[in-house]
Every structure is written in C-alpha cells, then in structure tokens.
C-alpha cells in the first residue's frame, strides 16, 4: 500500500478516547478502500507457514534465518514472493502493509517496534512480548507511530474457549451481570479443562553441538545471551528455555488468561499480588510448577494449577453467589431466564482489516494485549525468584523487589535494543 | 528421562557426603556437597532453607561453586547453577543486605579464577542479579574482555545494575563471514557426496571448531560404513580436539545401524580402548559406550573399580544403556565389587556377599530407592558385618523403612535388642522428628550411662527440630560434661527460619547470658546479626569492647543497622565505633557501605532508652486519669502526683537490671508525654494463672499481656490486642505469644489515632484506631504518658526503647473561619470524625492519604449527617487520580453518583482523560452539570477547594476561581446530561463521602459549616 493511502487510513480513522467511568467513543462510520491488504510474515516457522490463510490480506514475503524455513516459506503461495533474511528488510519493503511476526517470543518487542517505526500495521503472535518492559514499549510505539496492532489469540471473541465449551460472550455477560456476585475467583487448570503443556520445559544441560549450515544462529539468538548452540534450544523446542519464552505458561498463558481478564473486566489494570509455589528454577531451562496465584485490587483472583494439582471439583469460576464449572455449568437456578433481562457485553472489531481499514482499535491490541502478556510476565518473574511479589499496576513495577524489577526490562545483547 | 536423572545425580553425589553427619561445625565443603545434593528444591520452604545454609559458607562457598562449574561440553552444571543462581536470587530478598554484599564481592572475586567465557558470563549473570554499585568499577573492565560472550553479559549486567538500558545504536549489519563458508562446504557436499569423505577430511584439520562440527553435521547425510571406519582410524593421529569432535559425533551417530555395526567391530574396540586410558577423552568414549552397550558394557563395569571420577560416569553410562535397568545395577554390584556368582534377584541377592565396599554402595541403593521391602536385607547388615557396613545399614534404614511406618518400626525393633544395644536406634529414633521418639531420647539421655547416654546426647543435638530447643537450653544450664556442645546447638536452633527475628533474638539473649567461652558468643552474635531484631543490634553492641569477640560484634551491628535502616544518635556512634574495629579481608567494603550509610542517615534521635536498669527515673507514678488530670489545678495535681510517686516507689522495684512489678499497687507512667511514636519492650508474666498486664498508650488502655490459658476471659485470642476498642478490633490478628514465664516483645507504633502492634514479630494490630476508653465521644488524647498497667500480678520489663515520630501540627480554623461558625472534620491527627473504610483510607503525615493497594473497597464517610452547607478541603492528586466526593449520600452500597449527588474529583487535565464528558471534569456535579477548566494545580500539588451546597444551589470554587456554580433542578429538568436516572440527586441530607479507592490521593485540613436552607 501507497505511504498516501496509508496515511489517509490514519487521518480518516478516529482517534481513540482512553476508556473511562461511561466510556465515551466518537464512532463516525466510513467506507474503506476495497484494495487488498498485504502482509509479509517474519519468521516462518511452523507457527508462521501455519498463520498464512487468513481472509483479506496477500502474502508478498517472507523472512526466516533458517534458509530451510525460508524455502518453504517461499512455497506458501503460488505467486512469486520476496524471501528475506533480515527482517528489517521485510519491514522497509514498500510492498508490505502489514507486518504478521511468528517468530520466537523474544524477536517480538523489537521487531513490533521497528515496525510500528516504519508506519507498519501489526499482526504478532502471542505471547505479546517476553518482559514487561518491552510490552510497554511496544504499547508507546504503537501510539506514537499510529499504527493499528493486533495480538494474535482469538478467544475473547471467537471460538469455544477450551474447557468451558462455549464461546467466552455469555460468560462476560454472565459475569457482568453481577448474579456471580464478587469478587470472584477464575481457576485455570485440568479440572476446569485447560492443559498447561509442561512438556515446554528445558535441559538444564545441552551438550553443545554444531551449528547446522541452514541457521545463522547468531540472529537466532538476536538479543538472547550467546550461549552455545544445540538443537534443543531452537525451533520446535526453545519455549523450555528462559531465554526466549516462559514455557507452557509463556505458550498458553495469553490463550487461557486474556479472555479470563476480559471477562473479570480488568483489561485496563494489572493483578496487585502474584505467588507462586513452584520447584526451584533453573536459571536457563524451565520447570514445572504446582500452581500460581494473582490476586486484583479488588480481591478478584486468577488462579493456575499445573499439571495434575489442584482439586477435580473446581469451578472454573467461583463467586460470592454462584459458581461456574467446566463445560459452562452454572449453580445459580434459573441463572439463563435471569441473565435475559442483563444487556449484552460491548460489541468490538474483530475483523483485523477492518481495524487496519477503519481505523478503530481491534479487539484485542496493544493495550489490553500488554495487560494480559503482563499476567504472563509476572508470574515468569515469581517463577523465576521463586517469592511472592507485589505491583504497581500504574507504575507497572513490583513494589519494594530490585531484584524483581531488574526482571521488568532485561538489557539485550549488544547491539540490539528497543 | 528426567527423573531417573535426578535420582542418579543425587546418588553420585552422596558419595561425596559424610556418611553421619553432625549438624554443628560443619565445613564449607561439607555444606556445598549436601546442598548440590539437595538440588533443586521441590519446595519454596526448602529452596530457602538450602540456600539460607549454603549463604552461611560466604566467600568460600562462592569460589568452591563456581570452581566446579565446567566448561561447556564437560558435564552438566546443572547442580551448581540451580545453587548459584538460587542463591544470588535469595540474597536479594528484604532484610539481606549484608549477605547480599558478601554474596557479590565473593562473584566478583571469583571471576579471576574462571576461565571459560560461557562460565564466566554465567557468573557475570549473577552479579547482575545481586550485584549494586559496589560491582560497577569490578565489571566494568569486563566490557572489554577479548570473548564477545564476556563482553556482552557484563554489559547486560552492568546495564541491569544502573537500571538503564545501554546506549542506543543502530542496529547491526547482517551474516557472518563464517556463515558464508559453512553454507558453502555444505553446498559442495551436496553437489557431490562421493567426496563427503574428502571434504570432511579436509574441514577437520581446519582450525575453527564452529566450522569442523559444520563438517560433520553435513557429513552423517552422506556417512557410509566405510566412512565411519576411516574416521575411526583417523582418531589415532588426530589432535586431541580433532579426537573429541569426531567421538562426540560418532555418539550421536549411533541412531544409524551402519555406525553402530561399524563401531561394535574388533578395530574400533581395539582403537577406542587404547583412547581410552586418555582422561580428556574418557568421558566422550564412556558416553559412547553407554549406547553402544553389549560388547562394552564389561569396560564400563570394569571402571567400576575406579576411585575418580570416571566411576560416576561409568556408573551412570551404565544406568543409561538400554534395556532392563536392573541388569547395570546387577553388573555394578558384580563386577564393581569384584565378585561373581549366579544371582537370583539381580538388584539386592548380591549385597550381602559382596565386599564392605559393594555392601555400602548397595545399601545406599536400597536407601535411594526406598527399598521397604528389601528391609529385611538392611536389617541384616545392622548385625553383621563390620562396623562400618553396619553404620551404613543403619543409615540406609532411615529411608528403606517408610515414612509412616518409622517410628513404630524402630521402637519395636530397638525394644528387641539386649539394653546395652538399644542405642543403636537413637539416631533412627531422632530422623523420624515423632514426638514420643523426643521422649524416649530424653529420657534414656537422663537415665542412661556411657555410650547410651552418649549416643542419646548426639541423637538431641541431631534432632531436627525446634522441639528441643527447650531440652537443650536445659542442659546448657548445667555444668555437665555435654553443657557446651547442647548450648552450640541451642544457638544455632535459634537461628532455624521457622522463627521469627525477635524469637531468634530472645533465644540468643538467653544464649549469651550463659555463653561460656568465646566461640560461643561469637556465635551467638553471629546470629544475632541476621534477626533484623532492634533489641539484637543494642545486645551485640554490649560485646564490642571484648576484642575476642568484638569482630562478630561489630558484623552483627553493622549488618542489623544497614540491612533494617535503624538509625538515630546511638546507631550513629555505634557505627562510627566500629567502622575502626572492622578487620577481615571485606572490611574495606564494609567501611564503605557504613559511611555512605551513616552519609545518607536522617538527623534524628532514633531510639532511645527509657529505663536505665538502676533506676527508676524518669517515671512517675499514676494520677487519676487524663480527663481528671486536665482538671485538676497545678497545686492539687502536685500534691497527688508526689503521693503516687511514693507509692510507685513500693509497688515497682529495679532488680537485675529489670523493671519489675510485683503483683500489688497501682500502674508506672513516663514522666514525659509521647505523642506519635515507636516502641520496643521486652515484657515477661510470672507463671501464675491469673497473669495479666498491659501497656497505655497516651494514657489511655491498653496493649493487652495475658495468659492465653485464661480461656474464661477471652485470653485464648492471644497479646497484643487493643482490649479496650469497642467499635474497632480489640482482638490479636494471631496468637503469637511465647510460653507463659518467658519473654515476649512487642513492637509498638502509634501515629495519629492508630496503632500497630507486633508480637515477638509477628504482626497481631495492623494499623488500628485505638478508641478513647476515658470518653468515647473524643478522639484519643493527641499527647500523653505511657504507662505500665498494674493488674494483679507479677511482671518484668526490660529494653524499654521510644523513638518519637515528627508530628504534623493540627490544623487550626482561621479565625474567620471561627467566627463564622466552621467545624473542624480532620485536623491531621485523627478519623473521629469519620467512619468506613479505614484501611485504604490512612492516618498518614497529617493527610487522609488513600493507598488503593490495601483493596478492602468502600468509601470514606462522616459519621454525621449534612443537609446544607459548606465544606472546604484541601486535596492532592496523583496523575490521572479519580475520586469524587459524595454529598447528602446514603452509607450504604451503591454509587453515590446516582443514589447522591457527587462532585468530581479527577486529574482531568491528565492526556487519559482528554477525550471526557464536560460533565466527567472536575469539580461536576458528575453526569449533571459540567464545571469549567484550568483552576487545577498540577498532579502533586495541593488545591483548596470549596462546595457549597445550599437545597438545590450547588456552587463548586478551587482554588479561587468558581468552576462551577448551577441549580440541579434545573439542570435536571429535561433529564441529565448522561442520559441517566440519578435517583438520589434531591435527597435532603445524608453524609458526605469521599468516593473510590483505586487511586492514590490525599486530603486535608476539612471542615465544614452547616447552613440554614434558603429558598
């Protein structure tokens, strides 16, 4: 797309009021250019050949430091498509509209915020980022810049959300309407019907191994510390290791928590107080853990139990006056006959290009995608100093803990930086 | 996978454990191996508890750790990074400062002694977890090191420190030059397998080793038999670095039937034999053997025999060949113990016939495994066999008998045996921590004489528990031949983390008063200085001028007063006193972090003594009671007060140094009057069942002392509690009182109207408005006498320390303001004229100051009721606060928005709020009528703000300027501007109310004057 028409995308669309007490939004509906989106996919790995078939948008590039990735990457659609190594490449090239990063967690604050720099409309998936620091980066990017962001998981409003077996709308309105009473309790474990995958956990000890030819290893690792090369560490497997991602909580957390932060309605603030009772970590491979636990402001709490633990009972929300469990059983009688009378929750964009197009912010963005990769964070920061820790959601730092805020933005390897 | 390894790393490791271990006075290296065995920890309880141990070792400990860190390639660190970095993670913890400085200055030390750059940037990682300014000039030289891994971790460290990021550059160019040239070999490969061989020859004389295992990655595509063999043969005159790449990868070849055919061959077993005598390759050939197995399997059995190293890996190459895993462990017991024979089960039949050292491995098999059913095995080894196999049986006991199974186990077999052995059950006795087992132990350690006595005694000292602590302060108290060794254990029980600082102090106190030699006290101060205590500092200070044990003195007072942030006049010259004592190889450092301390320390009296131990002065006795007092004329209260002192003079005496009431007469008061303030006492209640007491707090009762016994009282609740509060809690949040008859203390602080109490260190008043018990239509007295209560019985004092706390002067009315007839709501020093949610609305520096974090929820309301007036406040916001004052509202549930009128408060000039309602702004009566802009001071300043509210005429002023000024009828007439029903918006009367709690903001100096309506 033209720098014209993009330019013309932002100044037609509206500038967004902060939500406040009665949320007050200019909504001016107009019609968009019919021209096609493009995007072009920074790493294409399996998640990245995965993401390609959504409507709307054309794919004309690809990056990937792994010229295997990259040759299969290039194979993805039947035109001829620009194939990069350098992902800023793939961000000044003129063609590409929106920028879709697969790549592992750790590329994700620096390359969101290149692209934000270069006007580049942003497709990235999740988790959002793998500090706290470098999510609140991006958020002043994306601002800054203009540009629209969406993070890639859906279930805040598509899709049967895993265990409760229906999709997350009549549970917000559930919610909303207060019949669960407050505050309430969310318990995200096997028993209400969610997997924490602790097979994402790491060797604590990998012998080093060639680097193979295909993998430029070096831009791999891109702000990572260098540390010698074994296959376990990349690929399919680099979610065990501290690194780049936060194991199963890092691959699944965004998934399982966003919705539950939509719907408890904290999509604006973060948990006050997380805990963690968890094994000793390893300072590089990722463990297990039995369970943590974030507590709101107000009481709320967001509980997560790995593997087996936890009780089989469960609800998977617990309030003062009724509970929830697993497949959406609700103990409140006649709860569906007194949840007609409550208003339906707030409709969002959940089309991305007709965020792109509109102007308007996505459903899930920036901002509440920082609030949700933030629950995240916090408890890799718990996990990874094994203690309670209390934050500041405003100031977005722990409270009295140096060592925990050394935590918030780590400084990455030299020369990257964001 | 994972958890066989585990098991195994904990079993190697053992070897290096002493088989009995006594708890005291045990070496570094001792401390190291059992941690590294211990890890990682399971729990969060024992995570702290190991990494507590292992930072006792200090400096030392540090540099045996990363001593053992290998380069990469060599074995696993896994171990000794969980150790390090859990405890670099510990030291940052609250209150550990001064292991924090040690940690770091020993990381950095240690750096000089590692030589690999992966390890060093490891260790580097570290000091940038625990690391301050004290590392910055260590480090910095670092950024330079010839490795990029170096470089890089220091920076990243460095900047971690600094709390910056480094500097911005522009990011870095693209690929490497090696890159080029590996993807090159790789191209050439390809294009021509058949001269994979020659290539990959060529590429292993090659000097970058990145570029050798490039070669052989790309040559297993294109690997044959032959291909193997020629590499196998190459081994021979390779370089020693050539050799290891090429076995390595052989390893990993393995998976292909060609390798493995090739490998298992009479050559290759000829050529990796003879290599194998080379220590640097041995581990590689080992590990490949392991997956090889069949024809080497013997080799590896027959390293078995060795007495280094290679035994731990043969041993765990073994357990990790495939198939039965019984079958290495059978092979371990044969062949390792150099005895052969037809064996029924493979794992335990040989145990018993094996020699002492096959025994004892095969006993710490069983151990490891918790063999329960194989006990019969162990139980026969605690009989036969030499001492030492039957020390080791009896060890491997503890764990082969289950847990729940223990106790009675060893008693019924300890009751089998003749008298003169049953001691050999002690030790059994004591791992299962049973109660009945402390019983039995005590007993026989009275009854008992020689070596059952003995082993009694150590079987106490071994006790892993707080339970007998008791038992051996006891026996510390005597003059027996084992009063030493019970008094070391007692000070080191009272350093167990299940206590809290003040009880680790108390227990020390005790310690010290009977501490015969040196050691002793020293290492009761040592103790002292980590229980954050007050009291513990001014206890270590006593030692300071014996130069035995001055050393350890001076570390407990620098480390208490730096790592708590005591200060005041005697921490002052206490620490200026030993900033010349210092003398170990840290005391630069230590000098250094005590001035820039004593630098930055405010100028205040801090603490100070109240009772002087000789007498009473300084104490007067009681007189009526505040009101009555304040009654009273100078003269008669004169005449009173010289009657009471004389009677206090009987009733109160100075013995030992301690201020004791007998059990008769009247309470003791501070002849100086306390305002806001912080107190330590130590107190203890005579043994009676009637032991009451108590403290005054401004004159007024009381800070409850009981004995909890007294369940027909309520005293179950515990001390502590504000008894006389009515409306607000009078109950301990806990129980957390010491047994009766020995010493307890509290912490106490009193600012403004409210209280917080700790109880031997545990917090039982958080924060509480202590009521006025004289007339409870008044606040508490802003300034008044401490006293100490008489209630009947007998009582002791000692450490009586106040700090007194700047007081913010009341607000006083103007003198307009007087005459036109306002009322003071808060003058800065107490709530009484409010009520609700108290606990995110604080008593803080003369301000109502809200602190959201405490989430209780709820509002702020005046007791009374107001229909018209005018109230005037000060406020202070922070940015993009939110808040609002309700007025003529309900104290009920709900939003005072709609079930009342509420005025906004808002930092709306905040870029959040730009896209608001007019109606939203501050100082609108909110979703009715819109005030106007630009009269607010920035975020952090103070504003004065006015609202007048006379029937429906609302007028809203800050700071001078009327921001709005309407009529809400009419304003309402053709509905509001939100669009909203606004039920509440003509109620008559109601309280007013500040609304919210999720910002943090302050208000001050409110009052108010009622109004007559006017139409």
Known sequence: MNTARREFFKTMGCALAFTVVPRHVLGRGFVAPSDQLTKGIIGVGGMGRGHVNYSGTRLVAVCDVDKKHLELGTQLVADKIAAYHDFRDLILDKNVDIVHIATPPHWHGIMSVEAAKAGKDIWCEKPMTRTIGEGRRVMEAVKQYGVKYRLNTWFRFADNFYGLGTPVKPLKKLVQSGLLGSPLKVTISKHTGFDWKFYWTGKEYLEPQPIPAELDYDMWLGPAPLKPYNAHRVHETFRGYWDYDGGGLGDMGQHYIDPVQYILGKDHTSPVKVEVDAPQQHPDAIGTWRSITYTYDDGCQIVLWGGDFGKPDTPYIAGTKGNVYKNFVCDIPDWEKKLADFPEPEVQVTDFIESVKTRKPFALNEQNGFRSSTIVNMGVVALRLNRTLHFDPVKLEFINDEAANRLLSQPMRSPWNI | MKKIYSIISVFLLCSFVALAQTPANRTTKTIVADVLAQMPAERTSQYYAQIKELSTTGEEGVSQLVSMLLPP??????????????????????????????????????????????????????????????VVAKLTPYLKDASVVVSDAAAKA?????????????LPAKSTQQHERIAALGAQMAAKPTDALKLLQTALKDADRTYRYAALSFASEYATEAMYAALVQSLAKATLEVQLDIINWLGNECHNPAARRELTSDAAEQTLVRLVSNNELRKSIIQLWAKLGGRYIPFLAGMLNATDETLDWAYYALLTTKGDISKPIASFLRHGCIRKGNVSDPVVTPIPETNDAGKIAGLKLLAHRQADEYVYVVMDLTTSGTQEVQAAAYTALKDVVLPEKRIEFFTSEMNKLEADKQYLYYPLLASTNAPQALDIITKRFYSESGRAKEAAFQALLDWNGLEVSDEMYKIAQTTSAYSNKALDRYIQLASDDRLTGENQRLQLTQALEIARTDAQKNAALEQLGKTNSFLGLRLAAHYLDAPAVQQRAALAVMSLALSNNFSGRDIKTLLNKIVPLLNNPDADYQRQAIRKYLAEMPDEAGFVSIFNGKDLSGWKGLVENPIARAKMKPAELAKKQKSSNEQMRNDWLVENGLLVFGGKGDNICTEKQYGDFEMVVDWK???????????????????????????????EVGSGGLYNNQTNPSKPLKVADNELGTWNTFYIKMTGDRVTVLLNGELVVDNIILENYWDRSQPIFPLEQLELQAHGSKVYYRNIYVKELERPKPFELSAQEKKEGFQILFDGTNMHEWTGNFADYQLEEGTISVHPSHSFGGNLYTKKEYANFIFRFEFQLTPAANNGVGIRAPMEEGDAAYNAMEIQILDCEHPVYQDIAPYQHHGSVYGVIAAEHGAMKPAG????????????????????????????????????????????????????????????????NIRIKELKEKR
């Open chain 2, 73 to 134: 390639g060599k074995g696993s660190n896994a171990n000794v990074e969980f150790a390090l970095s859990g405890w670099a993670n510990y030291v940052t913890g609250e209150g550990l400062e001064a292991a924090r400085l040690t940690t770091a200055t020993a990381l950095v030390k240690s750096l000089d002694k590692v030589s690999d750059p992966y390890n060093k940037a490891f260790v580097i990682s570290l000091i940038g977890i625990a690391g301050k300014n004290e």
């Open chain 2, 941 to 1004: 300043e103070w504003n004065e703000e006015e609202i007048y509210a006379n029937g429906d005429h609302i007028r809203v002023t800050l700071n001078g300027k009327v921001i709005l000024d309407g009529n809400i009828r009419e304003a309402a007439k053709n509905g509001t501007l939100d669009h909203k029903e606004h039920p509440g918006l003509f109620n008559k009367s109601g309280h007013i109310g500040f609304l919210g709690h999720g910002n943090e903001l302050k208000f001050k």
């Open chain 2, 685 to 715: 209640l005579e043994s009676s069942p009637d032991a009451d007491a108590g403290i005054y707090l401004r004159g007024t009762p009381q800070v409850q002392m009981w004995n909890i016994a007294r369940t027909d009282v309520g005293a």
């Open chain 2, 158 to 170: 460095l900047a971690s420190i600094n709390g910056q990021a480094p500097p911005k550059a522009p």
